[in-house]
């Protein structure tokens, strides 16, 4: 079974720093891009970051320039690093990875579909 967790959530001062990490029961070699969402209390999921295999990042508004995501392939594992928190970056932190049924190094890679597998979060309180 698939699983994705994410840990290094906590309570942090505003201004402070975290570092959020999202680790995968598959090998990255089945892993395409991988994601960082958000929900606060009484709001929607909102998008924050993503990463592909090779690196490529791309970001939400509001948080380019205080979040960067990064990947370690050899872990299976994504971070986030965050900095400058605000106490409106309070939520539950989640990541998800795209799944693919064959490692991208497959004759017929482009001709799967992936899937999504989503970790339960983690929570991060910044106090003011």
């Known amino acids: 079974q698939i699983q994705v967790v994410e840990s290094g959530g906590g309570l942090v001062q505003s201004g402070g720093s975290l570092r959020l990490s999202c680790a995968a029961s598959?090998?990255?070699?089945?892993?395409?891009?991988m994601s960082w969402y958000r929900r606060a209390p009484g709001k929607d999921r909102e998008f924050l970051a993503r990463?592909?295999?090779?690196?490529?990042?791309n970001y939400a508004d509001s948080v380019k320039g205080r979040f960067t995501v990064s990947r370690d392939n050899a872990k299976n594992t994504m971070y986030l690093h965050m900095d400058g928190l605000k106490p409106e970056d309070t939520a539950v932190y989640s990541c998800?990875?795209?799944?693919?049924?064959?490692?991208?190094?497959?004759?017929?890679?482009?001709?799967?579909?992936?899937?999504?597998?989503w970790g339960s979060g983690t929570q991060v309180t910044v106090s003011s």
């Open positions: 990463i592909t295999p090779d690196g490529s990042t």
């Open positions: 998800n990875a795209e799944v693919f049924p064959v490692g991208r190094d497959h004759p017929d890679f482009m001709k799967y579909s992936g899937n999504y597998y």
């Open positions: 598959v090998g990255i070699n089945v892993i395409d891009g």
